[in-house]
């Protein structure tokens, strides 16, 4: 009997011990598997042999190459990242199967010589980015091709392994946002090059767990995204290479045990497309509204590629046609087809798309500072960025590049003070002063509303914008100012593409390098938009050169400081010196042409029902849409004999149709009321859990209680269909 117990004993062992084996196996597999995909894509590129050639060629005998400053460190300079990136270039040559340089000594004896005078001297810059991800990133890359090759001593590898680890989930710069994820990303590699699993595991459930709402730095609520505790919009830039850096995971450990769960790669999904790829114009190109100090740096409004959208449909199924729609529109032009209206609560940015163009309005409040930091020394005059700016592209290209040039007094969309020059840098940033700056959107049409008051001098406005399917309105009250300067609403700032056709008593052609004011234009068409004044008596129109150099707004080393020129147009109002109470209307026709504008100026299916310091509203008939913008208490005729009364501030999007109204959309722009009262003379018998209805006989009013969104909702818009 003790010796059978004593067989099946061993014969249980075994089976546990087979299966643990197993398991170790399958683990070591699975790192294998990550470590090869990874390796793989930093293959991928292809090698230029000529500069390889050149590298070799230049290279000193002190191991330093040409042209680099191996001595300033600042934060506006460290060229030294030429040099690791010169050795990742010919670490790439060295292992590729093909190239002239394959397992050539010469390259070997150059890694290792590049390598050793980067370790003796270990360069730090005042700029922590480049300590803890952009070298970092470039050194594990370079260990984890050249590991298996032995190209290096223990020595130089324990060594680089220090530098690299300065990426580690403690460093400085591994806050709660998109730079943590690029962090353990960096890390996750060097324990790849270790082949330290037990670590890895721990950061790929860091990486995980960062996909998720937040409430401070991080995704929004709104799918947008907040780098810092200053609330500005960041989505294009930080929350970019926070999606980036998840799918790049993603796609590296998918069929493996590590894979992330659905629910992760679904919230990531529909924050891609819905956050990053809603900001951009047909989701290719950057919506420069919603760029910071990046509009400062050459491309940064270039098309974005398809690694990421690829990523996420290797990784699953989840809104696959959506990710598939926007890689054939970035690589293969694939004309656009979607359509929406969205508005990002958290970052007061409001964006609305049709296929035929893109535009958005970026404004700010007590709740968001007005721009981000020129860290660095760049973006040096994005003071006014966030006032009410309105791009408008219908190819993506009305902007690349034109910031050099740009007349930073002239934003398009806003109305400012025309000073001389620009407050400090370091006056940029500075917090909003008003609470009235919201959106109310069903997700197709929609309006943004805005009571702007400058936090640099002493004009104040409100402003708003109506969007529909071919145009859009624009509309400015209670203008008034005390600062020294005239006050101008610029309409549009961009790349002179075409001819300017202006419409007045006659149609005239304005000459190559004008600036003129036409009193009393009809419309404006310039690159296929066009812009139909109301009730203007004058305008000015600007197609001249304009000169600047990228130094102008950006002090990195590396900025060219020649000077450049652009042909730019420019069209604006001027309301004078210090207005008071004035006003402004123009509607946007984007993909118009004469025909469209004198068919549109003839029959104007928009009526400005309000413009005044207490309401801006309009209706639009032929889509019988009435929408209005309350900034207090106040009564409004929307359409026909249909009255609406607003008790309190608040926004309001009515459909109605023969029969009466369908839907009504509204919006809190303040965040400040947990229910939004009105009254519409109809009889309206409707009710649910947030809506209540009451019929006052007496009065002929329907009465309207609406709770609002709260806390992290607060501001988003609440639909009701009857």
Known sequence: MKSTWSKAVIFYIILIMGCLCKQTTYAQSDLSIIKDRIIKEIMAPTIDD????????????????????YVDTTRTAFQHHIHMENIHDLSRSYVRKGSNFYNSEQVKATINS???????????????????????????????????????????????????????????????????????????????????????????EVIESEIKFATARGMQYDYSFHHRLDRVNNTLSYGKGYADAFAEWAAYVRGTTYSFSDNSMKMLTD???????????????????????????????????STTPKRLIASGDYRKDELEEIIAIRNNNLQPSHSHNTFYWHSEHHTHQRPDYFTSVRMFSTRN??????????????????????????????????????????IPGTTLVQHSSFSSKWEIQKEGITDFAGGVTNGLYGAAGFYYSSVFDTIKAKKSWFFFDDEYVCLGSNISSKSDGNVVTTLNQCH???????????????????????????????????????????????????????YDINEQSDSP????????????????????????????????????LINFTARNPIEVTANSPTVQAVNHSRLQIAQAVFYQNDTLNIFGDTDLIFHSPGMIMITYNNIG????????????????????????YFSNEIVHTYWDSKKGYTEFSVELPQTVYAGQSVNIKF
């Open 271 to 305: 924050y891609y497309l819905d956050g990053i790829c809603k900001m951009m114009v047909h989701g290719k190109y950057p919506d420069p509204g919603a760029k910071n100090r990046s509009i400062s740096r050459a491309g940064t409004l270039d098309p974005y590629g």
């Open 114 to 204: 590049a390598l050793n005078y980067w370790l003796e001297h270990d360069f730090i810059c005042q700029n922590w980015w480049w300590n803890q991800i952009g070298i970092p990133r470039t050194l594990v890359e370079i260990l984890l091709i050249l590991k298996e090759d032995n190209i290096f001593t223990e020595s130089q590898l324990e060594e680089s392994l220090k530098i690299a680890n300065r990426a580690h989930l403690e460093a400085s710069g591994a806050r709660p946002s998109g730079d943590r994820i690029k962090i353990a990303g960096i890390l996750a590699k060097q324990l790849l090059v270790k082949e330290d699993k037990e670590e890895f595991d721990k950061v790929i």
């Open 661 to 684: 109204i369908t839907e009504i959309t509204v919006a809190d722009p303040t965040r400040k009321m947990g229910k939004l009262h009105f009254a519409i003379n109809d009889k309206i």
């Open 561 to 596: 400081k020649e000077k450049i020129e652009k042909e730019i147009f420019k069209v604006w109002l001027d309301h004078g010196y210090e207005p008071e109470n004035d006003s402004y209307t123009y509607f946007v026709l984007p993909n118009a042409n004469r025909e469209k």
């Open 496 to 550: 002179l593409n075409s001819d300017v056709i202006i419409s007045g008593e006659t149609v005239q052609t304005l000459n190559i390098d004008t600036i003129l004011n036409f009193k009393k234009p009809r419309w404006i068409l310039h690159d296929k938009v066009g812009y139909v004044l109301h009730e203007t008596d004058s305008v000015y129109i600007s197609n001249k050169t304009q000169s600047g150099s990228w």
């Open 50 to 69: 000529s500069q390889i050639s050149q590298l070799l060629a230049t290279f000193q005998e002190d191991s330093t190459w040409p042209g680099i400053d």
């Open 369 to 410: 500072h007005n721009m981000e930091v020129p860290y660095n020394s760049e973006g040096l005059r994005n003071h006014y960025l966030g006032n009410g700016s309105n791009f408008i592209s219908r190819t993506g290209q009305e902007y690349r590049d034109i910031f050099p040039v740009f007349d930073f007094h002239k």
